[in-house]
């Protein structure tokens, strides 16, 4: 068996995300904010199919999860009962020579990493961002940007099950941002001060956590093999006993290969009854179910799936990029699945002569309508391919001065570069088709094949 191996280095991926407007370094003309990034055009677009993606499969195409989208700012009784204000720190040692910070649970040695210097006994560091409701900035009016969405999950737990009906088991879904005050930063969108998280809070009966908890991590790892990951770099990890967080029972991570090696991109953990008793004790609110069978009031488990939405979209850039030759030259591409490809469809007339632009702009102006459809006219047509593939977009429509003829435009596949033609008023069907996964070269009706290969 092959090792893995990563797909594309960091720097080149940076380069690539910055030369193409996926992702750009947070308040660049200041130089930058360390761990914070700004998702450009493209980017914008990944982030947004991405968490659509998994929405429309956990929350979409499921009978048994609703959605949520609960503020940022939370009560601060929420972080004590959570745990978090007593216990959301990393370990931070400084070296005493060139200042630097480091977490010492990831130091190797006793000696700063950077200098040899000697280090600082560790103290630990909350992670949470404090600020102040109101005008007055004192202790009674601190509250803390979210370290996790998943709090305003339990929080509603009585307001959801009340409003929904809902029967066990069932879950809450939410997509939102998150903030931690981080230790370690760098390796570009993996580790960030500010990040989106998705995350499933799952409630389920005691007795059947189990069940549950292995259905989600295959649930899970199916997900991000259908966004078109390679199995090869998807890769379970179970927590040991001692690196268990205070709230669950068990723990496995999905890891992913990025260019500095595996690392994790979700977590599903079972949380037991931790956040529900914790909750109903700091609130004083009984926050449990009444069981019709039994006739008797249970406080559920709970199984959370938690991904983050920026890992993913680190994870799907580095296992799209790719390099071959095309004519002769090298062609960087993206084999992005059509689901998450930024622009759909790109509509390049073959020249910039007056005579080709109406009919160009017409087609241009109906495909938009359903996808994110972009147009190009400069450089030759071969370029404006390459600019495609970098970029993953799976198709290209060409119209060429036949096309004013016979009614009909050329299909160009981003990675077997092979062409068909279709005749314009069955364009926007076949593109469904092939975006939904349609192998291309199966014709529609009066399309053929216009070059192999
Ligand atoms: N509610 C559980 C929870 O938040 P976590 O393992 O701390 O668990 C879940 O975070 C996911 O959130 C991670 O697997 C990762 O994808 C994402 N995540 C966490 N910290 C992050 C950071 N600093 N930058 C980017 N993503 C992060």
Known sequence: MTESRPAVDMEKLVSLC???????????IY???SSCWDYGPLGVELKRNIKQAWWRAVVQQ????VGLDASILMHPQVWQAS????????????CKSCHKRWRSDELESDKCPDCGGELTEPKLFNLMFKTFIGPVEDEANIVYLRPETAQGMFVNFENVLNTTRKRLPFGIAQIGKSFRNEVTTGNFIFRCREFEQMEIEFF???????????????ERLNWYVSLGIKKENLKLREHTKEELAHYARECYDINYLYPMGWAEMEGIANRGDFDLVEHAKSSGKGLNYYDEETKEHI?????????GVDRTALAVLCDAYDEDVADGEIRVLLHLHPSIAPIKVAVLPLSRKETLAPLSKEVYAELRQHWMTSF????????RYRRQDEI??????????DSLEDKQVTIRERDSLRQIRVPIESLKNTLQAKLDGEDLFVLPEGGKIWKGG
């Open 18 to 28: 910055r030369r193409r407007g996926f992702i750009f370094p947070s308040s660049e």
């Open 31 to 33: 130089g930058g904010l």
């Open 62 to 65: 499921r009978d048994d999860m």
């Open 83 to 94: 745990g978090h204000v007593e216990g959301f720190s990393d370990p931070l040692v400084e």
């Open 204 to 218: 389920v009966k005691p007795g059947t956590d189990k069940e549950w908890f292995d259905y989600w991590v295959e």
């Open 299 to 307: 406080v559920p488990y709970i199984i959370e799936p938690s991904a």
């Open 376 to 383: 190009d006219e400069a450089q030759s047509i071969g370029r």
């Open 392 to 401: 993953g977009t799976p198709f290209c429509v060409t119209i060429d001065f």
